[in-house]
Nanobody, 126 residues
Framework: EVQLVESGGGLVQAGESLRLSCTFS????????IGWFRQAPRKEREGVSC????????MYARSVKGRFTISRDNAKNTVYLQLNGLKPEDTAVYYC???????????????????WGQGTQVTVSS
């Protein structure tokens, strides 16, 4: 069974940075993509970024492009999300999830992702 575990969240001030990690196990093939999502209080969960295990191609939500960077370490079964220039509106629980597809599914749609981690809290104070 696929399992994903997020870490690295915390409380920071606006403008600071964090690096989130998503460590995973249980894949039976190399054709999968890992996505990051977030859910702020009283808001729907939204896609943030995705990376393909196969070729490292990436996808970003417009709201984070240029500030967040996704990367992977295939040897460590870990995907990272570097969060720079954090804003109070980035405050949310951040989740990683896997899609059984060689490439990132279009539009960071939640329904494309099969397995989810438990989330890590990111809080940005103004």
């Amino acid at each position: 069974e696929v399992q994903l575990v997020e870490s690295g969240g915390g409380l920071v001030q606006a403008g600071e940075s964090l690096r989130l990690s998503c460590t995973f196990s249980g894949f039976t093939s190399d054709d999968y993509a890992i996505g990051w999502f977030r859910q702020a209080p009283r808001k729907e969960r939204e896609g943030v970024s995705c990376i393909s295990r196969r070729d490292g191609s990436t996808m970003y939500a417009r709201s984070v492009k240029g500030r967040f960077t996704i990367s992977r370490d295939n040897a460590k079964n870990t995907v990272y999300l570097q969060l720079n220039g954090l804003k109070p509106e980035d405050t949310a629980v951040y989740y990683c999830a896997s899609a059984l597809d060689a490439y990132c599914p279009g539009d960071l749609a939640l329904y494309e992702y099969d397995y989810w981690g438990q989330g890590t809290q990111v809080t940005v104070s103004s």
